[in-house]
């Protein structure tokens, strides 16, 4: 099942909160324990208090603290994109929804309330949050005053827009349709969940006590007093109007349940007000607001005491008829937690019109499988994280491992060992102002392990001839050094390769870590962040030319390290022909490698051979291999030799703008992992992190 829900709506004054006040019931029918997170809150910086926040927690007496329910303000949110710092908001929203998801068993999320002045900005942070989420979708679109054509135009529009940007639509919710005959407009929707299944689709008519608000929601917005009829403040105000005229001319504008604004030394037009509810030709106004701080007259006063029909409401508030007004426009109903009848009515709404039984079979069912790259890269960090290691880094001469390693210490993410020399290791961390003081800074020639060290290698190498003097050298070598402490379990796991080659990390592993028992050779993946997903390329890094038993073995490798890192393994096996339209030696090695890995690993989705867009395109897998279970799914590519799959994952990370994390190592009995010599810290960082959840499962 999901373990989350992201409710989007498209424009303003969709009627979102009771959307989400009926999932939320829908939601806590069926299961024990559920949250709610709102990333980016519409509220002022200073208050930091949104009102469906309030309402759902208070509502469904839900076990978190309003702080725990929201990550960011809106303008929070837009200065850290100012300031370049989109990554650090992405990270802190995923933060914060992971700690909420640990305590619950499932969290439904609500997007932003569209009602700044940038809708592109709105549509791009849900659309992006909802993805590193990996939540499905629910969108509420807007109805209210509009014809079934222009419902139909407007919400296709928005479920295309959001598809193009890679999420699973769940549901489409019309709400507040003005409109006789709903089935046109359902009928007329075109969206597909994950390409299985059509979207389910609801219309949910305009109520007007939920849309618009009543006199005592205008005193929660305004403050004031109120000078009468406050036991009457349940009244709904349909329509505001501005009393500046003559009252002769002002009452040619009065409607049914208008809310009149005008100056407190207005008296003529206060009495206006007061004929209206004695007059069968003129429709009785829902109550006044009168502005500037002003009182009416002390014979003003009198009248209404002694007035002996229906009270009317009257508030006396501050400030100008201009500024009143203006803030009365941003004023929409609102649902209170404990306004029972709006509640219920809600409530009552939703469930006669959504098939909430189909809605939540259709959440049961599926679980989101996409990861993005950010999501992924956060998950790494949480994974290793969670049961920290202890990684040895022979590169103590580079900055970029320097400064890697303040981060990671700082994060408690990992227990280190730099080697090097340790004072002039802490020099340079002095200068740079980084934090090592966590690390345990080694010179391997005056290591007290060193004299073991070196006779070991001597023994495991003895069928080599080495002689003593030839393995202290060897061992004087850092990422020897280095290696040896991880055979001897001094670390569990090491990362080099920023300043020394592929060669020099990797040798040292093949001559005395080896492999696993059962894996004849070492291998590599790339994991590939795409804007939507990531995907795994093996190998791309050490096997020149693999026979069909090292493909086959490469490829049940690759899928469990995809496992490893939360990445669902369907394997797609590549060459340049697609199932049985091609024969040559180079497809025949594909053919026969595939059935070699089902015969080893019956039970992994597994395709071979396949071309690379019948693996990633669903149209093009539905023309040329319509009944497979991997093609145009495949998360796992596996590539015929070294030479197409170093190409292929370049071109794919410069034509694709991917982040290309790897190559990651697998088959070794331990954790060694080696970094491009123009790796950036952030690489460093991520490699560090991939060895040290690698370690978690050797």
């Known amino acids: 099942m999901a373990r989350n829900l992201y409710v989007i709506n498209t424009e303003p004054r969709s009627g979102k909160s009771a959307v989400c006040l009926g999932l939320m019931q829908m939601l806590k029918r069926n299961i024990r324990n559920v949250g709610f997170f709102r990333p980016i809150i519409n509220a002022r910086v200073e208050v930091k208090i949104d009102h469906d926040i309030h309402l759902i927690l208070t509502r469904f007496q839900l076990p978190q603290t309003p702080e725990e329910a929201f990550a960011y303000t809106l303008e929070e949110s837009r200065d850290l994109i100012n300031q370049g710092k989109h990554y650090l908001l992405m990270e802190q929203i995923l933060s914060r929804y992971k700690a909420l998801e640990k305590k619950v068993d499932f969290v439904l999320c609500e997007g932003t309330d569209f009602m700044g002045t940038d809708s592109a900005f709105e549509y791009d942070i849900n659309a992006e949050i909802a993805a590193n989420l990996g939540s499905p979708v ?75 608000p009543t006199m005592k929601d205008v005193h929660k917005w305004l403050g004031g007093e109120i000078i009468s009829g406050e036991e009457f403040m349940e009244v709904q105000v349909d329509d505001y109007l501005v009393a500046a005229m003559q009252v002769n001319n002002f009452l040619e504008y009065v409607t049914r349940n208008c809310l009149v604004v005008t100056p407190g030394d207005r008296s003529d037009i206060l009495l206006g007000c007061f004929a209206t509810r004695h007059s069968y030709t003129y429709p009785e106004v829902a109550g006044i607001v009168l502005t500037g701080g002003m009182h009416p007259p002390e014979s003003m006063l009198k009248m209404m005491r002694g007035w002996s029909g229906v009270p009317m409401p009257i508030l006396v508030v501050d400030g100008h008829t201009y500024r009143v007004t203006r803030i009365l426009t941003e004023l929409y109903g609102r649902i209170d937690p404990e306004d029972e009848k709006k509640v219920a009515t809600a409530l009552g709404s939703f469930e006669k019109h959504v098939d909430t039984d189909a809605l939540f079979a259709r959440l049961e069912a599926k679980k989101s499988v996409r990861i993005t790259p950010i999501m992924f890269e956060f998950s790494l960090l949480e994974k290793a994280k969670a049961d920290r290691k202890h990684i040895v880094l022979p590169e103590g001469d580079s900055d970029r491992i320097l400064q890697a390693a303040d981060i990671l210490l700082r994060r408690d993410i990992v227990d280190l060992t730099i080697l090097g020399e340790p004072e002039k290791i802490r020099n340079r961390a002095t200068q740079m102002g980084l934090y090592l003081d966590k690390a345990s800074l080694i010179d391997p020639l005056s290591s007290e392990y060193f004299d073991d060290y070196a006779d070991t290698y001597r023994e495991l190498r003895r069928s080599k001839g080495i002689t003593p003097e030839a393995s202290r050298d060897t061992m004087s070598e850092p990422t020897f050094f280095g290696t040896m402490m991880v055979y001897k379990d001094h670390a569990q796991g090491m990362v080099a390769g920023s300043i020394t080659t592929t060669q020099q990390t990797i040798r040292p ?47 049940i490798s690759s899928a469990e390290t995809a496992v490893q890192f ?89 034509a694709a703008n991917a982040v290309a994390i790897g190559p990651v190592l697998q088959g070794l009995n331990k954790p060694v992992n080696d970094l491009s010599r123009g790796c950036t810290v952030s690489d460093i960082l991520n490699t560090v992190a991939i060895t040290a959840i690698q370690a978690q499962h050797a």
Not at 163 to 192: H, Q, S, Y
């Open 138 to 212: 629910i969108l509420v679109a807007n109805g209210q005053k509009k014809t079934p054509k222009q419902i139909i135009a407007q919400t296709q529009l928005s479920i295309d827009t959001f598809t193009e940007k890679g999420l699973d639509i769940l549901a489409t919710i019309i709400n507040r349709a003005e409109v006789e005959d709903g089935e046109e407009i359902l009928a007329g929707l075109r969206c597909t969940f994950r390409e299985e299944a059509a979207c389910l689709s609801y219309l949910i008519p305009e109520v007007a006590s939920l849309g618009k």
């Open 509 to 555: 592993s093949l001559q005395f870590i080896r492999t696993r028992p059962g894996i004849s050779l070492v291998s590599s993946v790339f994991f590939m962040c795409l804007p939507d997903r990531v995907l795994v390329f093996g190998d791309c890094a050490v096997n020149p030319n693999p026979s069909a038993e090292q493909l086959a073995e490469i490829a």
């Open 566 to 654: 939360g990445v669902e393994p369907k394997v797609a096996m590549l060459s340049y022909s697609t199932g049985d339209s091609g024969t040559g030696v180079d497809v025949d090695k594909v053919r026969r490698a595939t059935e070699i890995a089902r015969n080893k690993a019956p039970d992994l989705l597994l395709e071979g051979p396949l071309q690379y867009d019948a693996a990633y395109d669903p149209e093009v897998a539905r023309t040329k291999m319509p009944d497979s279970r991997v093609a145009g799914r495949a998360t796992v590519f596996i590539f015929p030799d070294l030479n197409t799959g170093n190409n292929t994952y370049k071109a794919v990370q410069r």
